[in-house]
């Protein structure tokens, strides 16, 4: 059976589909005759659903005849593109007057499958999309109408003007997101004029790709600075990250109390890039430079890393992301040698770490450090657990040292002149050298301090110059003389 004109003008499919339909005219079609000229108004829509249909009918959709459907967000999903062709002949599509319905949907169905090579893969359809358009342009059967129009908005909206309303076209998706779309939008074929508009003027037409949602989320943790050596790490608040992806530019995530921060709406398959832009109030960590990684979620919330640096990893699902932060850690090198002369180098001294700092109320402290047997600094404590931990040792070139101080320590406050300092208290001295006094200023030092010089002076008698000790002696023999002979004598008259 053979359509009558009027149905002629219905002839858009809905091949943004699965198993497409042609459009169908309003029950209260408007009848008067069409303008020379119509607009075509395009609604990109966003389907989470491989099995969603919706049905053109050169009208205005809305509510629940969306089918759950929602506005192509281009500014979050990325720009895409259509293109406007007319076909010039029938040699592609036939003239609906002279097929039947079913046999003009047959036909509508199989140039679908010759237009995106019968593939769903989105880099087979557009290589088999871009063949056949370049094919049937030089050949002369369709003829490209206006310029492409992308769609850069958030309501997914797009327009040709001023387009002949007599002929038959093809509106093509011809510019998709590197990432994230799963196929392209299947193509448009309508006739003009439509026929049931309610508003003469501008047709409005319904393309939609699949996109799948998914979500993250992410923890946040750092070194602990009263336990450096703790393998288990503390959340971080406040913590920001620049998310981003080549779709939706980048937007700014802030950790919160417990360190974490939620990564919703991300879409599967997309390349984001995280990278930490700022520490918040957390001081005493290494810079942020270079904290940064690429990823991509799956349907199922899975977590595959494609870049990262050393501070990401991922939780026991697979599902979340953890970023840690190391602490700037400093220590000191020392050298003990011969006061009179520094070429001796001396063994066998020990010292702990003094920390004289203020705590925040600014009331002073005075702590000492902690180390492990491979002098790492592992906490503060009073002087006697510093002592029964591992003390530093001077070695037989005279060196020593430690490392693992958190940076953090150096607290400045310049509008008090409060700082904190760092000396070394010696618990032993080397054999035969005077242990040196607490107060002793060679002794100060700073987080950092290469090969400075600890200087001991021996034990020494007074032999040189002058009596020196024979006076001593002298005085002893004489004294020890007198008590004799008083002894002597006393005996004697006894």
Request: net charge negative; glycine share 10%.
């Amino acid at each position: 059976m053979k359509f009558k004109k009027i149905l002629r003008t219905l002839a858009v499919t809905a091949l943004m589909f699965v198993g497409g339909s042609a459009i169908n005219a309003s029950a209260d079609a408007k009848t008067e005759s069409p303008s020379d000229t119509i607009n075509i108004q395009l609604h990109k829509m966003k389907n989470t659903s491989a099995g969603t249909s919706l049905q053109n009918t050169g009208n205005t959709i809305t509510g629940d005849a969306l089918g759950g459907l929602t506005p192509y967000d281009a500014e979050k999903y990325g720009t895409v593109g259509f293109t406007l062709y007319e076909f010039t002949d029938n040699s592609l599509i036939p003239n609906p007057n002279n097929v039947s319905e079913a046999d003009y949907k047959e036909a509508i169905s199989a140039l679908t499958a010759t237009i995106h090579g019968g593939s769903t893969e989105l880099s087979d359809m557009n290589t088999a999309q871009a063949k056949f358009i370049k094919d049937n342009v030089a050949n002369g059967k369709i003829a490209e109408v206006g310029d492409e129009q992308l769609i850069s908005n958030k309501d997914g909206l797009a327009n040709f003007t001023s387009v002949p309303n007599n002929k038959t076209y093809l509106i093509l998706e011809t510019t998709v997101p590197e990432e994230g779309l799963n196929s392209l939008s299947s193509p448009l074929i309508f006739t003009l004029p439509i026929v049931g508009l309610t508003d003469t003027t501008t047709a409005h037409l319904y393309p939609k790709n699949q996109l799948d949602e998914s979500s993250s989320n992410l923890t946040k943790l750092g070194q602990d600075p009263a336990n450096p050596t703790n393998p288990v790490f503390g959340p971080l608040e406040g913590v920001e990250f620049t998310l981003s992806s080549k779709n939706s530019g980048s937007q700014t995530v802030t950790t919160l109390e417990n360190g974490t921060l939620d990564l919703s709406d991300l879409i599967a398959g997309v390349t984001y890039t995280l990278t930490e832009s700022s520490l918040g109030t957390n001081k005493g960590y290494e810079g942020i430079a270079g904290i940064t990684a690429k990823f991509k979620v799956d349907t199922d919330g899975n977590i595959t890393f494609t870049e990262k640096s050393k501070h990401f990893g991922l939780t026991d699902d697979g599902k979340g992301i953890i970023v840690k932060n190391y602490l700037k850690l400093g220590g000191a090198d020392f050298v003990k040698v011969d006061a009179d002369d520094t070429t001796k180098l001396l063994e066998g001294a020990k010292f702990i770490v003094k920390k004289e700092s203020f705590d925040e109320s600014g009331n002073p402290t005075t702590e000492y450090a902690k180390f492990n047997n491979s002098y790492e600094f592992t906490g503060w404590g009073t002087i006697d657990e510093a002592k029964a931990s591992t003390q530093l040792v001077s070695k037989d070139d005279g060196t020593f040292g430690f490392t693992g101080i958190p940076y953090v320590y150096d607290k400045r406050n310049d509008a008090e002149g409060k700082v904190t300092k760092y000396s070394l208290v010696e618990t032993q001295a080397p054999s035969g050298y005077a242990k040196l006094a607490a107060n002793d200023s060679q002794l100060n030092f700073e987080i950092g301090s290469k090969d400075q010089l600890i200087k001991n002076k021996r034990y020494s008698l007074p032999i040189t110059g002058g009596m020196g000790i024979w006076l001593f002696v002298i005085a002893g023999l004489a004294l020890m003389g007198g008590s004799g002979y008083l002894y002597y004598k006393k005996q004697r008259n006894a």
